[in-house]
Each structure stands twice: as structure tokens, then as C-alpha cells.
């Protein structure tokens, strides 16, 4: 979470970036409302950078929107 905090590019396009805990370790990561990832749904964790990677897609996406 520390790399993903550290984009100073969310400040401009992203108005909210949840992690959102359950229990059983299973997790979900939305950004301005929108589902980007869940452990639940895929039954398996993030691999390395996964998550990062949707977020700076999405900021991509956001810029050219």
C-alpha cells in the first residue's frame, strides 16, 4: 500500500481509494466507487504489483477521460 499511496498522480483523479478487509483474509480494492480487484471473486491473492498495476491503468484511463 505504500507505493500505491505514494502516486502523487491520485491527488488530480482519484477521490477515494478503499481497501476494503472481510474475514478469511479476503479483500477488495475499489477506486472512486469502481471494483478493481477482489480476492473473493478470483479465490486467490494479488500476486506482486497487481494491484498497482490496475491503479496506474485506471489513472491512465482517468487522464485521457
Known sequence: TDDILSIRELEVHI???TLIPS?????????NGELLY???ATKRHAEDG??????QRKIAELQHA
Open 15 to 17: 477521490a477515494s481509494l
Open 23 to 31: 474475514k478469511g483474509g479476503v479483500f477488495e480494492f475499489t477506486v
Open 50 to 55: 497487481e494491484i498497482l498495476g490496475m491503479l
Open 38 to 40: 477482489s480476492k473473493k
